[in-house]
């Protein structure tokens, strides 16, 4: 789709591109009529100024918006670290927003954005954002998504992939013992990767032939994990268990130690993201180690290459993963 521009808005409306300019910058010295003419063809071609339109001409800000959820500020600091380095080499500085599930409204960030007139934006996408995406695509930011594979003209992503992480470690377990029977832990705090290593796990069971959900639902008369895990880590129809975070995997363990269960003999347990706490427990974790300050300094140099007008030729940047085997698995 061709991008509206103030120039579209300026033909629209049959004025120049200064007075659609001073109509965007709210100045006083435009008559009525005129301002009127000008909004009606905003409306019409569905034009969203950028910082360029409004009243900053053709310089760059040299400022990058980092949009990231509340909820996942644990597991950012890489990404951070990463977004930073790479944005220093290139003179960018990077403005942090937040976003709080249910209690910020994303327009409310999205004008914040726009506001601080900066000259892309990056997300870290740990949940599904599909209105979030179609809001920002509406401002015509050069964008790059962190955590989730999806690209079109003004869209890039760098990820990895979780579905397939899961899907082979699953594969490979029912494959070594048909007595394996695993399943993925529910993650209430992210919806979008449960989503993602339920589709691996389910892909695994089906190409081996096998009926099951491969899902553990947390009910909601559970407050927290390791309540449930407490009342029923003993009659679980699983023996391996993959978790999100390493607080559910803790919790599964603590609970699986209360009731008499050894780990791994009676139960393999795996936690997704490798996190500090997973050497530091007893037994030591088996987990999967995300390349975190990989993700955040191949997005900024993806971004710069967008914001310059570069070639990017991968559009779906995806970054490998390692699996660590530790005491937690046999």
């Given at each position: 789709?061709?991008r509206?521009?103030?120039?579209?808005?300026?033909?629209?409306?049959g004025?120049?591109?200064a007075?659609?300019?001073?109509?965007?910058?709210?100045l006083?010295?435009?008559?009525?009529?005129t301002?009127?003419?000008?909004?009606?063809a905003?409306?019409?071609?569905?034009?969203?100024?950028?910082?360029?339109?409004?009243?900053?001409?053709?310089?760059k800000?040299?400022?990058?918006?980092?949009?990231?959820?509340?909820?996942?500020?644990?597991?950012?600091?890489?990404?951070?670290?990463?977004?930073?380095?790479?944005?220093?080499?290139?003179?960018?500085?990077?403005?942090?927003?937040?976003?709080?599930?249910?209690?910020?409204?994303i327009?409310?960030?999205?004008d914040?954005?726009?506001?601080?007139?900066?000259?892309?934006?990056?997300?870290?996408?740990?949940?599904?954002?599909?209105?979030?995406?179609?809001?920002?695509?509406?401002?015509?930011?050069?964008?790059?998504?962190?955590?989730?594979?999806?690209?079109?003209?003004?869209?890039?992503?760098?990820?990895?992939?979780?579905?397939?992480a899961?899907?082979?470690?699953?594969?490979?377990?029912?494959?070594?013992?048909?007595?394996?029977?695993?399943?993925?832990?529910q993650?209430?705090?992210?919806?979008?990767?449960?989503?993602?290593?339920?589709?691996?796990?389910?892909?695994?069971y089906?190409?081996?032939?096998?009926?099951?959900?491969?899902?553990?639902?947390?009910?909601?008369?559970y407050?927290?994990?390791?309540?449930?895990?407490l009342?029923?880590?003993?009659?679980?129809?699983?023996?391996?268990?993959?978790?999100?975070?390493?607080?559910?995997?803790?919790?599964a363990?603590?609970?699986?130690?209360e009731?008499?269960?050894?780990?791994?003999?009676?139960?393999?347990?795996?936690?997704?993201?490798?996190?500090?706490?997973n050497?530091?427990?007893?037994?030591?974790?088996?987990?999967?180690?995300?390349?975190?300050?990989?993700?955040?300094?191949?997005?900024m140099?993806?971004?710069?290459?967008?914001?310059?007008?570069?070639?990017?030729?991968?559009?779906e940047?995806?970054?490998?993963?390692?699996?660590?085997?530790?005491?937690?698995?046999?």
């Amino acid at each position: 789709m061709k991008r509206v521009t103030i120039y579209d808005v300026a033909k629209e409306a049959g004025v120049s591109l200064a007075t659609v300019s001073r109509v965007i910058n709210g100045l006083e010295i435009v008559r009525e009529e005129t301002r009127v003419k000008v909004e009606d063809a905003i409306d019409k071609l569905g034009y969203k100024p950028n910082a360029v339109a409004q009243g900053l001409a053709l310089q760059k800000t040299t400022t990058i918006a980092l949009l990231v959820p509340e909820a996942s500020f644990g597991y950012t600091g890489q990404i951070i670290n990463g977004l930073i380095d790479v944005a220093k080499i290139y003179k960018y500085n990077i403005m942090l927003h937040t976003m709080t599930e249910g209690i910020v409204d994303i327009k409310d960030v999205i004008d914040d954005v726009i506001k601080s007139r900066v000259d892309g934006v990056i997300i870290y996408n740990d949940k599904l954002m599909d209105q979030e995406l179609i809001e920002l695509n509406k401002y015509q930011f050069p964008i790059v998504v962190i955590g989730n594979r999806m690209s079109n003209q003004q869209i890039s992503s760098v990820f990895v992939d979780i579905e397939k992480a899961v899907y082979e470690l699953t594969l490979q377990k029912l494959q070594q013992d048909k007595k394996y029977r695993v399943a993925v832990i529910q993650d209430r705090k992210n919806d979008f990767t449960t989503a993602q290593m339920r589709s691996g796990i389910q892909q695994a069971y089906k190409e081996m032939g096998i009926e099951d959900e491969g899902y553990i639902e947390i009910p909601q008369e559970y407050r927290r994990s390791y309540d449930y895990f407490l009342d029923n880590i003993e009659n679980l129809d699983y023996n391996f268990l993959i978790a999100n975070r390493d607080s559910q995997a803790i919790s599964a363990m603590n609970a699986a130690h209360e009731r008499g269960l050894s780990i791994p003999d009676d139960l393999e347990l795996v936690c997704l993201i490798d996190s500090k706490y997973n050497s530091m427990v007893r037994p030591r974790l088996s987990s999967f180690a995300i390349p975190s300050y990989d993700l955040g300094a191949v997005a900024m140099r993806v971004l710069t290459k967008m914001l310059n007008e570069d070639e990017v030729e991968d559009k779906e940047i995806e970054l490998s993963y390692l699996y660590t085997p530790r005491q937690s698995t046999k």
